[in-house]
């Protein structure tokens, strides 16, 4: 350039803007018509995918209702020290007195009730007897007594130390609660021996759920290889069979398990003609792990066939020649050449296999009984049964950082970019 | 060379059918002598790919008998026939490093890690691809011409004595696949093996080889040097296929010990040396080289009248396209020298050949 301004300045259009500018703005156009196109897509998954999940999961530390329902109370257990084991002075009855007033006319006291049961059983009761009676409280007498005199609860400091520990508008409580620990006197403690149940449904899950993985690949990889190298016709067959499944009702599959494996089924009638078991010792197949282990193989099989097939089909049948021209036997030119160029298929099979099981909830109900039921039957309960929402989500929160933790895990170690679904 | 060298490999009446009603080898019979670099010629779908696949092991031959070094091998597993092979998208082994392809034949055979390694450091040498820079590389971080290079290498590194390669310089470019066929025709020299190769490309075909087998439709049409091949087609079939050839048809007027004369459809009779045509009154096809044709040189014995049609400059030649017998598609090579400029488009001038020069072979 001769010219010694242009050297370091910005290169311009024609008309005088500033390339990049100009470039800008016609890229602009393009971009907001892109937007546009995806625009009904995004709004659908926004307003019907992400806003419930978020809602849903921020459920997990939410606690407005106590500082809502009890706002007067809060403010004045502000200064009572809980740790020394005395009752809370007259004024924080009388806010008590109050907020229960006025709680009782919006009917708010019982779910109230509900939310602190979570954390001291009983407490729903005590609130609902209160609230029948604290309208007939005098309000000038010794409130103290009047409450005591209610329900017992209220002379005991415990009762207290759960409101003032839960009256935060935000609480850690449902994910302690969800990892069998809580918030005692003295900060977080575990739960007593016989209350524990969560870590060990998280462990059975992630354990079922690797043992299904494994037992998916192991028969589905035979059936990918054959699928991938037969010939169009029968390998088309074979397609149709490996996806009639889909075309079945899930529970139809799963009921279809337990005429097969119920002790008095098909599967434990034959053994027993047979010979090879007696009539008295029936096999237990059905309604324990066995059975979730096996249905949920046979379901989930699909998903590990069809990754694993649309990466084997772009694998040249050329490899394998020229491994067994250079000398190596069938089994050493499939484990040395075939397998290698697999393993995308794996990864991809086992995530989508893993992720899909670890919450599964319609096939362990169904045929899991008690030992094979995994930790989304008890998110389900929590949601439908006990209500306690804010547990169903801290479960929720927990299982999505598991998966989360493992996805992250796989890609440091295998590579995220080694998944390959086609 | 011995009776023995002589049949290194032999194709012994062998078929081959794919679906159990047409046959894609019909009755083959071919012997390779030990060290000869044979090619195997013909358009797709001639059953040379076929046959390839048969002595490699990956198809089992419908009928007949195949024996590699005096042995029968129809039964004899791929792994265990010792026979090196180039594919025609080299399959190199894309998780493998170039060192672990090459590596590879020598690890199943089982010999020692500093063995490997200088054998491996050896055959990389052998194609020029002997820089330390390219061992630890994936084969998809090589260009094609490289990739070439490593495939020949490993067909080569584990020192077999057969090696097949099915059209493996199908996939460069013509600068480098003219290139790569001098390196393996010289490679083939040095190292004494014996050479199995498939192509559709005849000046591939003709560079290369000490004998080329024309295939088409499953049989072998001639089995010849390529100097034969070119210089005497037997049949038409190969007169078409290989080179470039001018054809006139005609009928065999009467025939004298190797001289035939013909009469052609167009006008006039001339001579032609009998090859393959059948007895007298048998419809023939013509074959002439177009460097052949002496173009108004009153010493040729036949002489016809052509009429110059097109002309095109090629530098060294020029290309005439001329209506000879009533055919338009009738191609001389003129050389450049000063006598072109007699040539206008449109113009009659006589043209003539030796007796020899002009083939009288099967109506095609």
């Known amino acids: 350039m001769a010219n010694g301004e242009n050297v370091s300045g910005p290169i311009l259009a024609a008309d005088g803007r500033p390339l990049k500018q100009s470039l800008a703005r016609a890229l602009r156009l393009q971009k907001l018509r892109a937007l546009a196109l995806i625009a009904p897509l995004l709004i659908f998954v926004l307003v019907s995918f992400v806003a419930p999940i978020t809602d849903m999961l921020f459920r ?114 449902y994910f302690l609660n969800a990892v069998d620990a809580k918030l005692g006197a003295t900060g977080i403690e575990a739960r007593p021996e016989n209350e524990r149940i969560y870590i060990f449904l998280f462990e059975r899950t992630l354990l079922l759920s690797v043992v299904i993985t494994v037992a998916c690949l192991l028969i589905g990889y035979p059936v990918a290889f054959l699928l991938a190298t037969l ?138 009984g008690t030992s094979g039921t995994f930790i989304s039957n008890r998110i389900a309960y929590h949601i439908s049964s006990s209500l306690n929402w804010g547990l169903a989500a801290a479960l929720g929160v927990i299982l999505l950082m598991v998966v989360l933790v493992l996805y992250w895990l796989y890609d440091r170690i295998i590579g995220i970019d080694n998944v390959k679904l086609g | 060379m011995t009776d023995r060298d002589l049949a290194f ?108 390694q200088e054998k491996v450091q050896r055959a990389l040498d052998m194609v020029q691809m002997g820089g330390s820079e390219f061992a630890g590389r994936r084969p998809a971080q090589l260009s094609g011409g490289q990739q070439q290079r490593v495939a020949l290498a490993r067909a080569l590194v584990f020192e077999p004595d057969l090696v097949l390669m099915d059209e493996p310089l199908g996939a460069l470019d013509k600068q480098l696949r003219e290139h790569m066929q001098f390196e393996i025709k010289h490679l083939h020299e040095r190292l004494g093996v014996t050479v199995v190769y498939v192509t559709h490309d005849q000046s591939e075909a003709l560079t290369m080889s000490d004998r080329i087998a024309v295939f088409n439709d499953g049989v072998i049409q001639q089995l010849a040097t390529p100097e034969d091949l070119y210089e005497r087609p037997e049949n038409a079939f190969v007169a078409q296929f290989i080179g470039e050839n001018n054809k006139l048809d005609g009928t065999v007027a009467s025939l004298t010990d190797s001289e035939a004369r013909v009469h052609l459809d167009g006008a006039g009779e001339i001579g032609a040396l009998a090859v393959s045509c059948g007895a007298v009154g048998s419809r023939t096809m013509l074959s002439i080289r177009p460097e052949r044709v002496l173009i108004a040189d009153s010493s040729a014995p036949n002489q016809l009248d052509a009429k110059v049609v097109e002309l095109i400059y090629l530098g060294d030649h020029i290309r005439c396209r001329m209506e000879v017998a009533g055919r338009d598609d009738f191609v001389v090579k003129v050389p450049n020298s000063a006598r072109h400029s007699v040539l206008q488009v449109g113009q009659t001038t006589p043209v003539g050949w030796l007796t020899d020069d002009c083939r009288a072979l099967d109506a095609a």
């Not at chain 1, 324990?288 to 084997?312: D, E, K, R």
């Not at chain 2, 082994?93 to 890690?113: C, D, I, S």
Request: net charge neutral; hydrophobic share 45%.
């Open chain 1, 60 to 173: 997990s530390v939410e606690n407005a209702i106590v500082p809502d329902t009890l706002p007067l109370t809060v403010a004045a257990l502000e200064d009572w020290d809980e740790s020394a084991g005395k009752l809370p002075g007259e004024e924080v009855f009388a806010a008590l007195h109050q907020d229960l007033l006025v709680a009782v006319a919006a009917k708010a006291h019982t779910k109230l009730g509900s939310r602190l049961n979570y954390e001291q059983t009983g407490v729903a009761s005590l609130l609902r007897k209160t609230g029948r009676r604290v309208k007939r409280m005098e309000e000038d007498g010794d409130l103290a007594a009047q409450f005591a005199k209610i329900h017992k609860s209220w002379a005991d400091p415990e009762t207290w130390a759960t409101i003032k520990r839960f009256s935060s508008a935000y609480t850690s409580g």
């Open chain 1, 231 to 368: 010939p169009m016709r029968t390998s088309n067959m074979l397609m149709i069979l490996v996806l009639l499944p889909f075309w079945t009702s899930l529970l139809v599959r799963t009921s279809a398990w337990k005429v097969l494996l119920q002790q008095q089924g098909v599967i434990n009638d034959t053994l027993v003609f047979i010979g090879l078991v007696a009539n008295d010792g029936r096999l237990a197949m059905i309604n324990n792990q066995t059975g979730t282990i096996i249905a949920m193989t046979h379901i989930l099989l699909p998903f590990m066939i069809l990754p694993l097939y649309s990466v084997m089909r772009t694998i040249p049948p050329s490899y394998m020649r020229a491994a067994k021209s250079l000398g190596a036997t069938d089994w050493t030119a499939f484990w040395r050449v075939y397998f290698p160029q697999s393993v995308p298929g794996i990864g991809a099979g086992a995530i989508l296999v893993f992720i899909l099981s670890i919450g599964y909830y319609i096939t362990p109900e169904l045929v899991g």
């Open chain 2, 9 to 116: 490999v032999v194709f012994d009446g062998v078929q081959k059918s794919y679906d159990g009603e047409t046959l894609v080898v019909k009755d083959l019979n071919l012997e390779i002598a030990r060290g000869e670099f044979l090619t195997m010629l013909g358009p797709s779908g001639s059953g040379k790919t076929t046959c390839l696949m048969m002595l490699a092991g990956f198809e089992v031959a419908t009928h007949g008998q195949i024996n590699l070094g005096g042995r029968p091998i129809n039964n004899i597993p791929p792994h265990k026939r010792g026979i090196g092979m180039v594919f025609q998208n080299y399959a190199l082994f894309p998780h493998m490093t170039v060192a672990e392809n090459l590596a590879f034949p020598l690890q199943v055979r089982r010999m020692g890690r500093a063995e490997v």
